[in-house]
């Protein structure tokens, strides 16, 4: 008794003869339907990243160094109550607002996330996330540890979390130092924050090391975790 799913026997030339077209042709007939020529691998979701690390570990130089290497990422811009520092640019740095309109966002209920951080208010607006996933771009969210833990509750596993660490505590208070934006006092908090941030790691999906100079390892370790995370099988789905 023959096998009834089985397609009619079509003879496949030899290999050394017949040309390629025919060969793939005799496959196919063979197989009793044509090859598909539609992708084998489903398209990726679009990523919510959730970048964090204690205050002067680089969240700002690694994201600016992705945006420099990467397209297809919306790098998330953050609301603040916080005043402008010399440079930053409205839109591109941070929306600054007032604490009142700050407050009056809350209320409405257009912020994923927000924390008050050293005396200024911070926030993710919602409706940014929402807008560029559904145009299939990659979300980067860069918010502190205290952030991330609150982000963690809210999205669980459907974001993917990347601590950044200096290669040691000693190099993190150079950079915080280095970087002249601190006040004697805003330095000791920074530091002394930084110190107990670290025991958070294990809240995280990944840890990258900014070492001093090593900038673009660091860059280039978060476009691998990226790539990764596109190749997964088991896509995170994230629902804003
Ligand atoms: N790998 C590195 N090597 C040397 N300097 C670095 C490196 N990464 C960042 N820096 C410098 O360290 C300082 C702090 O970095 P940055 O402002 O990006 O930190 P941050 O984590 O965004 O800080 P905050 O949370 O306080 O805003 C900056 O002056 C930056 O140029």
Known sequence: ??????????????????????????????????????????????????????????????????????????FVVTATSRAKRPGEVEGKDYFFVSKEEFLSMVERDELLEYALVYGDYKGIPKQQIREFMAKGHDIVLRVDIQGAATLRRILGNSAVFIFLVAESESALVKRLIGRKTETKETLLVRVATAREEVKHLRNFDYVVVNAEGKLESAVKLVESIIDAEKAKVWQRTAVI
């Open 1 to 74: 008794m023959g096998d009834s799913r089985r397609p009619p026997t079509v003879p496949i030339p030899d290999v050394e003869i017949a040309d390629k077209s025919e060969l793939y042709r005799a496959l196919e007939a063979s197989l009793g339907s044509s090859f598909s020529s539609n992708p084998l691998a489903p398209n990726p979701n679009p990523l919510i990243i959730v970048i964090s690390g204690p205050s002067g570990v680089g969240k700002d130089a690694v994201i600016k160094g992705l945006r420099e290497v990467r397209e297809g990422i919306h």
